[in-house]
T-cell receptor, first 113, second 114 residues
């Protein structure tokens, strides 16, 4: 069965600092992995996705993630945080049938000036 | 712009009073999903339609039903809302079923049960 674990329910960084949000996955098949962002009272917006092509995936808003099979990880990074990055971030893995997205519990990112 | 639209954005209903949430899409996608997201939790899939084929998740309560009258619209019906059904309800679409089709989400409807 597929599952996702996001380490750290809350991450706080200063504006301009590196953002690192951690995601580890478990999958019985080659995984398809996604990062979504959710702003307060809004739906989920896709940041980036891994679909077995390049292991370093670039997304929107300066975010990127690296797929590491040996570590079963798909951590999200951004070199320099901006105040507008403050939001909830969800890592997700596609289920085996490709029907459902199985989400992690989310990480709230706070950015201070 | 092609998009997923949910109406209303905020819905208040009374305990036990049936309520319907609406989702429409201009993406012409084959698959439409309904997720429930309770406060500070991850979204959880309730069911999905693949074209006209309805697929219920095993642990979705019978109190939740869905209709898809055409490609563009999908409805979530809660027959007798309880206090525990208060949540954000997210509609999503994908072009097709199967991996790795990504899902596009609407803005959500926040349901309050009084």
């Amino acid at each position: 069965a597929q599952s996702v674990t996001q380490l750290g329910s809350h991450v706080s960084v200063s504006e301009g600092a590196l953002v690192l949000l951690r995601c580890n996955y478990s999958s019985s098949v080659p995984p398809y992995l996604f990062w979504y962002v959710q702003y307060p009272n809004q739906g989920l917006q896709l940041l980036l996705k891994y679909t077995s092509a390049a292991t370093l995936v670039k997304g929107i808003n300066g975010f990127e993630a690296e797929f590491k099979k040996s570590e079963t990880s798909f951590h999200l990074t951004k070199p320099s945080a901006h105040m507008s990055d403050a939001a909830e971030y969800f890592c997700a893995v596609s289920d085996q049938a490709g029907t459902a997205l199985i989400f992690g519990k989310g990480t709230t990112l706070s950015v201070s000036s | 712009d092609a998009m997923v639209i949910q109406n209303p954005r905020y819905q208040v209903t009374q305990f036990g009073k049936p309520v319907t949430l609406s989702c429409s899409q201009t993406l012409n996608h084959n698959v439409m999903y309904w997720y429930q997201q309770k406060s500070s939790q991850a979204p959880k899939l309730l069911f999905h339609y693949y074209d006209k084929d309805f697929n219920n998740e095993a642990d979705t309560p019978d109190n939740f039903q869905s209709r898809r009258p055409n490609t563009s619209f999908c409805f979530l019906d809660i027959r007798s809302p309880g206090l525990g059904d208060a949540a954000m309800y997210l509609c999503a679409t994908s072009r097709d079923r199967g991996r790795p089709h990504e899902q596009y989400f609407g803005p959500g409807t926040r349901l309050t049960v009084t």
